[in-house]
């Protein structure tokens, strides 16, 4: 019985040994991952459309020290100025945005934004990460980008800036210091819309419908007719507008004089070209409202009296051009 219980008492000091120097081991990975670490990714993205690209950042591990299968990286992402990650934007001025959606992962899941050191916390889904099997390594992780242009906004360039900041690693724990840092800038440029349609009254916009004919039929005194303009636009635009025979109708050398309103206001067509302007100063008279600007147009016919017959006719150009 005694000889026994000394067997098992001599156990247990190589068992305390076996676990200590396991320990001590473990001390010296987590701290022992110096190796130099270089990023490589695209710094200006464009973006064209509102399908989701996937953009990749590749990580080369180069020389240094530290065991090989437990040194990696953390990369992180501010949110551009915004305050959270599903608030980024790219920006044109400080009231006209798009919404870009930036994450880890494909798909539109909420949970794979990629976020900024302190929103991440620990969470792999929320934050690019990759760990290095050998001592010369490159490793590629992807993130995706989705912008959402579905609204109408001012033409030009939308931009905006977002830093990058990358953490080493030893065991999947980040070493809480910041090793390297950088930017991506993403913009997208939203193409000049200004188009113009001569529609029958009420009618809707047709880019196709650029002329209006008025047929009054025989010429009465104070004869009314009427069309609408409808522009579409995301710019300043100026509207001209020019009669031929100088807001008259002509027939054989003989005249009769008619007027013409724009949006109930008169033009006076007596000059070789007027012109109207929407306001350039507020940015939201740039953007034409869904379904466009309606202007309507009324013709009324002046006097007539004692007019030889015939067929009397006027041409009026209406142009748009942007400003």
Known sequence: MQSKAENVIMKCPNLKYIFFAAMVTLTQKVQACFWNQDMSYLGIVTLTSNA?????????????????????????????GAATPAARTLKSGT???????????????????WENFVDAG???????????LNSEQSITVNYCATLNNS???????HTNTFNIRFDRSSFGVDDGTTYKTGSI???????????LSLVDTSSAFNAADTDQT????????????????????????????????????????????????LNGAPINLSNAM?????????????????????????????NVNGKPGGTYSDTVSISVSAY
């Open 95 to 113: 009231t006209n945005t798009f919404p870009i959606a930036i994450r880890t992962q494909s798909g539109n899941s909420a949970n794979t934004y």
């Open 52 to 80: 989701t690209v996937a953009l990749p950042i590749t990580v080369t591990r180069t020389t240094g020290t530290g065991d090989i299968p437990h040194c990696g990286f953390f990369i992180y992402l501010d949110y551009g």
């Open 151 to 157: 609204t109408v906004q001012r033409a030009g360039t």
């Open 122 to 132: 620990t969470n792999n889904n929320n934050r690019l990460a990759g760990r290095f």
């Open 185 to 195: 800038t993403f913009q997208y440029v939203v193409p000049t819309v200004l188009d």
């Open 214 to 261: 008025m047929n009054f039929g025989t010429l009465t005194t104070g004869a009314t007719r009427s069309f609408d303009i409808v522009m579409q636009y995301n710019v300043g635009y100026r509207l001209s507008m020019k009669s031929d025979n100088s807001g008259n109708l002509k027939a054989s050398g003989a005249a009769i004089p008619y007027s013409m309103t």
């Open 274 to 302: 007027q012109e109207k302007a929407n306001s350039g100063s507020a940015y939201a008279a740039m953007i034409s409202p869904t379904g466009g600007t309606r202007l309507p147009v009324s013709v009324t016919i002046g």
